[in-house]
């Protein structure tokens, strides 16, 4: 299993690297146009202007997957620093408990809130909310999954005395 776990990870953070960094680029380019259009056309155009939250939001969110993929989330280094190999596996498998305790939470009340909210349609392109907070529960199941595979992966090696 966890040769296979791997690669799928891997394409997925990939393939979220290369969404995240397409939505950059393209709020970069929508932005200079939206620019160009209000200075020089004297015509701005509403329509941008959502489509960029729109990518705002998925990169932030997506980002957050990542960032806990690659462990670059905020930690106690100070703390952890001091801490023996076996207390740093302990606190890890109660810290990646409490998280998957919370994403578990959100997850499952995030897709009511996404049902609540994603009929909405926003003002100007008339686009539903759906494609707005859908991230937010594609990316929360992403990190309840990604510390489910991190959790097994303390416990098999705990036991294995690595």
């Known amino acids: 299993m966890g040769d296979r776990v791997l690669r799928i990870r891997k394409i997925i953070v990939r393939l979220i690297d290369f969404t995240g960094c397409s939505l950059l680029l393209s709020i970069a380019l929508l932005v200079f146009y939206q620019v160009i259009m209000r200075k020089v056309f004297n015509s701005p155009l509403g329509w941008v202007e959502e489509i960029v939250r729109i990518f705002l939001v998925w990169i932030s969110f997506l980002g957050s997957y990542v960032a806990l993929h690659n462990k670059q989330h905020l930690l106690m280094s100070l703390i952890i620093d001091k801490l023996t190999e076996k207390k740093k596996r302990i606190l890890s498998l109660i ?14 009340y995030g897709a009511d809130f996404i049902n609540q909210m994603g009929n909405i349609q926003m003002p100007v392109t008339g686009i539903k909310n759906f494609y707005v907070f859908g991230v ?16 097994y992966h303390l416990i098999s090696n705990m036991r294995n005395g690595r």
């Open 95 to 108: 810290t990646n408990s409490m998280v998957l305790t919370l994403l578990l939470v959100v997850v499952v």
């Open 136 to 151: 937010m529960w594609i990316s929360l199941f992403l990190m309840l999954l990604e510390t489910i595979f991190e959790e």
